[in-house]
């Protein structure tokens, strides 16, 4: 497999606003803010450094915890402010379409323009998310992120306990792969419909070209990574027909070699193979068509 090397702040080509941007000149007039939807449960050793990190590019960030029994919820509500809402605490069974709840209900605060963002609770942006989206044309309607996924590896439990204070453990933490890529950013539009069911609004937009990358710390202690198989287990046989990939029941089967990951040098660069690349990369006539459909109003 050939391998690309690419560097995080390597966005160029983000080009002129487009053929309808008067349109969307509306949008120019008013400060952009950025909206962020973050469901967390039992993540009591990293929630505040994800929100406190958050809170350098988001406007609001409204959590919705799932009944943590860790102190989550309590670590949430003494991080109140302006900024860090703590929108809801009870034991729903997850599904993606929780956050639609949290958007119908604070849709209000937003306009035109605005950014509304996935925010999980182990994810830390590499970019600046306010400095990027503020140069996305206004015919581009979303973002998405390449998840720069971290491992603990064999070799990393062989040289030593881990904490389970992520701020102390972090920086062993160096070994990862570009697993995938993914939505994580939309503007706003008035007439969005967003389904109670379903992980995304309807008729998203056109999705930019370049993606944001963010560092994702799923597994950071074996403390952790068992409360995580519990939980989603938990989460499984309450009717949630997802994660695969979380039926183990034992935080060493997550555990993987380095050989076939690569390693976070620090010096702001990262491997993402091409294959993870083409996820984002939306066909042109995909994009022609999206085009009209929203630039005519048929679609929002």
């Excluded at 991080?79 to 809801?88: C, D, L, Y």
Aim: hydrophobic fraction near 35%.
């Amino acid at each position: 497999m050939r391998r690309k090397r690419g560097h995080f702040f390597n966005h160029g080509g983000f080009g002129k606003f487009g053929w309808f941007a008067a349109r969307h000149s509306l949008w120019l007039s008013e400060p952009m803010r950025i909206h962020a939807i973050c469901l967390t449960k039992n993540e009591a050793d990293v929630i505040e450094h994800c929100l406190r990190d958050a809170t350098h590019w988001a406007d609001r960030i409204y959590v919705y915890d799932g009944a943590s029994t860790d102190g989550t919820w309590d670590r949430v509500q003494a991080m109140k402010s302006e900024r860090i809402i703590p929108w809801r605490s009870d034991d729903a069974v997850f599904r993606e379409g929780l956050r639609a709840e949290v958007f119908a209900d604070k849709r209000g605060d937003s306009r035109e323009g605005d950014w509304w963002c996935q925010l999980n609770a182990d994810e830390f942006y590499v970019e600046k998310p306010r400095e990027f989206l503020a140069a996305v044309p206004a015919n581009e309607h979303v973002v998405w992120s390449v998840n720069l996924l971290y491992y603990i590896t064999h070799e990393d439990v062989a040289e030593g306990a881990f904490t389970g204070d992520f701020e102390k453990d972090r920086a062993r933490l160096k070994h990862y792969a570009a697993a995938c890529a993914e939505p994580r950013f939309f503007r706003y539009r008035e007439r969005l419909r967003w389904d109670l069911n379903a992980a995304w609004p309807h008729h998203m937009g056109v999705i930019h070209p370049h993606p944001m990358h963010f560092r994702h710390y799923c597994y950071r202690s074996p403390q952790q990574i068992q409360m995580r198989l519990d939980v989603r287990r938990e989460n499984r046989a309450r009717g949630f027909e997802g994660w695969d990939h979380a039926k183990e029941d034992d935080w060493r089967s997550k555990l993987v070699p380095r050989a076939g990951l690569h390693r976070d040098e620090g010096d702001g660069r990262a491997i993402v193979e091409e294959e993870v690349r083409a996820q984002y990369r939306e066909p042109k006539s995909r994009r022609l068509v999206k085009r009209f459909m929203h630039s005519t109003g048929l679609w929002p």
